[in-house]
């Protein structure tokens, strides 16, 4: 029904975002959203995502996630990154997994994201000074964080 319904809408009249050529450099701490599909979408924040090239992100996700098992599944993804220096973008394209488990951190699976489109969603009235913030409450979760990016840095590093 909810198809129908769509097929029956008018051509929408609003334009697209403009797209990015590359992706841009964010802030180490920024927290992104990842939205995968079953086929209804599915959104979690995710720590610390790795720029590893002009349209490549690494993730590290906990291999108990649902997530990773609908991007196994439906690996067309989409990831929403808001972060200071005024990134605003959503990274659109393939997930695949790189290593399960990942080296060193067994209970987390290391996913890329080729990224197909980037749109850009900056605006010439508002700017984003920074992005989702949070407050640790456990140093050996953020060792281990740090642990898993340096991870995924020279996995992005014997790429390029």
């Known amino acids: 029904m909810v198809a129908e319904a769509r097929e029956r809408q008018e051509p929408s009249t609003v334009s697209d975002h403009p797209e990015l050529d590359a992706l841009p450099e964010w802030p180490l701490d920024t927290i992104a959203v990842l939205v995968t599909t079953d086929p209804a979408p599915h959104a979690i924040p995710v720590s610390w995502p790795v720029r590893a090239g002009d349209r490549r992100i690494l993730l590290s996700l906990k291999s108990d996630r649902g997530s990773l098992a609908r991007l196994r599944e439906r690996p067309e993804v989409a990831l929403l990154i808001l972060g200071g220096g005024n ?9 695949t997994v790189l290593a399960d488990p990942m080296p060193g951190a067994d209970d987390y ?8 489109v980037i749109d850009d969603h900056r605006q010439s009235a508002f700017a984003v000074t920074t992005g989702i913030q949070r407050s640790v ?16 840095k020279a996995m992005a590093a014997e790429r390029n």
């Open 87 to 95: 990134v605003a973008l959503a990274a659109r394209g393939t997930a």
């Open 137 to 152: 409450l456990d140093d050996s979760e953020l060792r281990y964080l740090e642990k898993r990016v340096a991870t995924l």
């Open 109 to 116: 699976t290391a996913v890329a994201i080729d990224v197909e």
